[in-house]
């Protein structure tokens, strides 16, 4: 089943996070594709609330590695675990900019994730000005290679990786297919060279997706769901998407 992820950043009230997952849930199509939704923080009781019972996931959009502490406004995994998430965001190209979080961050991040069962969405993707000099493959490289740091193959197959490249988020200009499909070879075979794991590595692709261009992520280059932002913010459009994903996923 492929997997389409909702990444709303600093947006939505309260209100309009409920009003959203009333009207997503309410459609057959949850039924067959992997949501997941991932609001705010201040948001995630009530949206856990408006989907219970429903085939929707809940995600946090960050997490710290340790579990308790003098870490003034850090959140923990049990903490995110214990409102109801299952997966959770490591790294996404804002946290790395904005919160200076690195790769050795997202390799502890990760652990924590792992150590109380959630699944990290681990976010890794090159800038324009590392495409252009000598392409992803390096800058790529050095974020798995720390963000899978000494994991087995066992836990590896419990990370998923979400390609997102920097130029294409929000920006309205996506990666092709066919580059989503080119790295996440490359990211594939990196990582089995890394830990072991040989087949089952699960990898989205995120940026600037929306309806019209989202199947062609989903025909068989090896990409197994969508991290989406912006066209994820209004549940019309969600659905929109939610439909084409499961007509070609
Ligand atoms: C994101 O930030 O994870 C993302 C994919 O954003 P957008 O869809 O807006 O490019």
């Known amino acids: 089943m492929a997997i389409l992820a909702a990444n709303w950043k ?6 309009e996070a409920v009003a959203w997952a009333r009207a997503v849930k309410r459609s057959p199509l949850a039924h067959r594709a992997e949501v997941i939704v991932m609001p705010g923080f201040l948001q995630i009781p009530a949206v856990a609330a408006e989907i219970a019972q429903s ?3 809940l995600g946090a959009q960050d997490v710290f590695w340790e579990q308790s502490g003098a870490y003034t406004g850090m959140v923990s ?9 299952r ?3 490591v790294a996404h190209s804002e946290r790395r900019r904005y919160a200076a979080e ?11 994730a792992l150590a109380h069962g959630l699944t990290p969405v681990y976010c890794v993707g090159e800038d324009m000005d590392q495409r252009n000099a000598g392409g992803f493959r390096r800058a ?24 997102e490249p920097v130029w294409a988020i929000g920006s309205g200009q996506p990666a092709t297919p066919e580059q989503a499909s080119e790295v996440a070879a490359a990211i594939r075979e990196g990582v089995g060279a890394r830990t072991g794991l040989l ?9 600037s997706v929306a309806p019209d261009n989202v199947g062609g992520y989903l025909l068989g280059g090896g990409i197994d769901g969508i991290l989406v932002g912006t066209a994820s913010l209004d549940p019309i459009g969600f659905l929109a998407l939610l439909k084409a994903v499961v007509g070609n996923g």
Request: glycine share 12%; hydrophobic share 40%.
């Open 102 to 112: 690195d790769d050795e961050g997202a390799h502890a991040r990760i652990r924590a």
């Open 140 to 163: 790529l490289k050095e974020q798995y290679d720390r963000g899978f740091g000494g994991l087995c193959a066992d836990e590896a197959r419990r990370v998923i990786v979400a390609y």
């Open 10 to 15: 600093l947006h939505k009230t309260t209100a």
């Open 199 to 207: 087949e089952g590595l699960r990898i989205l692709y995120g940026g």
């Open 77 to 85: 995994a049990a903490q995110i675990t214990e409102a109801g998430c």
């Open 87 to 89: 997966y959770v965001l």
């Open 55 to 57: 085939p929707i996931s």
